[in-house]
């Protein structure tokens, strides 16, 4: 289940620019800041995999690296930047939806989401929307290691009061779902391991 080997490919501005859907492929997506880059550079044990989808609003960018010459992993551009205009979020959705709905290859979408805070109205959002849309979906909790004194949850309990709000969209069939953090390298295992079982199927 190693990462030996990742390559980048191509930034794409439109789904069917994208390469050759060919092989397996994972797309990653989360809300900025969510912790997206540093799981992935600890998933493939690299301080700087060049992540150009970084830039809020700019970059919008689907972003394809080889990983072991056999599959790909797909860097997409984040959603709820707190700044982004309601235009700027409208091409986001019609943008990653085009790329949802017609990509063959795509054996799961990894939707990241912040353990260390409430469930948040566009995770939620998301979640449903690719639920409803029957789109495979492992969801990673991230940054599991925080943890939150006095009144804050701790990580556990959001992800518990997350699964608890989607429920009624995966009556039979729950996601997966994987704890996280890229400080400890918890998880990342795990993750690891998943995706190569699913590539495998
Ligand atoms: P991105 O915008 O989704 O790519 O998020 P980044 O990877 O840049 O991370 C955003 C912020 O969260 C940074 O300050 C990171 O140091 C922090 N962060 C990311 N992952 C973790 C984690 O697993 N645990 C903790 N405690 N902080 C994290």
Redesign the pocket.
Known sequence: AKIKQVEFVKSSGRAKDCPKDDRPEFAIL??????????INSLVRKKEVA?TS?KPGKTQLINHFLVNKSWYMVDLP?YGFAKASEAARMDWSSFTKGYFLNRNTLVAVLL?VDA?VPPQKIDLDCANWLGRNNIPLTFVF?????MKGGKGKRPDENVRDFQELIRENYEQHFPPWIM????SGFGRDELLLHMSQLRNY
């Open positions: 989360g809300r900025s800041n969510v912790g997206k880059s540093s799981l992540l970084k984040g990241l260390s991230t940054k599991c290691d925080k996280t953090s890229s400080v």
